[in-house]
């Protein structure tokens, strides 16, 4: 199946840092989406990006599915934006829409 | 709130009981799926229904583990005879269709004893 890793596994900022989360995968997909996970467990949609450039707010990203990767960029990080964010594909054919998840990266921003 | 809804949100039990989940998606989605997450992990695929069929299961669902989908609205996500290695976070999303956004509810947090 369909292999995706994400880099940096963990991340340490000060607060008002800016930061670049990379995703890469194994195969042709579908659809990216991009989750932040809240200390509740409650996985909150960031982007839907199988291709191209997004923005919302501090948070932008970018998909480059020729060379198969995918970029979350926050910039003037906040103590709120602290969590696991998690890349997640579907490689389409026989895959039924299943989302592959990423192992994450634990963000931590300090005040 | 439409959002995807779960119910329970935790969820304690002993080894060897059985204990059912249920899973209420966005209206007029009709891509339901069921995933695991243990702790540090990612989380995992179990099992997806379109409308009521349930098309696909991973090799994660034991024959311990039953879904169903009744009239493709609501879905329930039952374990039977639970052991320890249960204990996960049990997360349904819905889709109105493929190359569309997935939407996660809050989940269940299960705790086996």
């Known amino acids: 199946g369909i292999q995706v890793e994400q880099s940096p596994p963990d991340l340490i900022l000060q607060e008002g840092a800016n930061s670049t989360l990379r995703c890469n995968f194994s195969?042709?997909?579908?659809?990216l989406q991009w989750f932040h996970q809240n200390p509740w467990g409650q996985l909150i949609n960031l982007f839907y990006i199988p291709s191209g450039t997004k923005q919302n707010g501090r948070l932008s990203a970018t998909t480059v599915a020729t060379e198969r990767y995918s970029l979350l960029y926050i910039s003037s990080s906040q103590t709120t934006d602290s969590g696991v964010y998690f890349c997640?594909?579907?490689?389409?054919?026989?895959?039924?829409?299943?989302?592959?998840f990423g192992q994450g990266t634990i963000l931590t921003v300090h005040p | 709130d439409t959002g995807v809804s779960q119910d329970p949100r935790h969820k304690i039990t002993k080894r060897g009981q059985n204990v059912t989940f249920r899973c209420d998606p966005i209206?007029?989605?009709?891509?339901l799926y069921w995933y695991r997450q243990t702790l540090g992990q990612g989380p995992e695929f179990l099992t997806y229904?379109?409308?009521?069929?349930?098309?696909?299961k991973s090799r994660l669902l034991s024959d311990r583990f039953s879904a169903e989908r009744p009239k493709g609205s609501f879905s329930t996500l039952e374990i039977q005879r639970t052991e320890q290695g249960d204990s996960a976070m049990y997360l349904c999303a819905s889709q109105r269709r493929t190359q569309e956004t997935q939407y996660f509810g809050p989940g269940t947090r299960l705790l086996v004893l």
């Open positions: 229904f379109q409308n009521e069929a349930q098309l696909e």
């Open positions: 195969d042709s997909v579908n659809n």
């Open positions: 997640a594909v579907d490689a389409g054919g026989t895959s039924y829409g299943k989302l592959t």
């Open positions: 209206s007029e989605h009709n891509r």
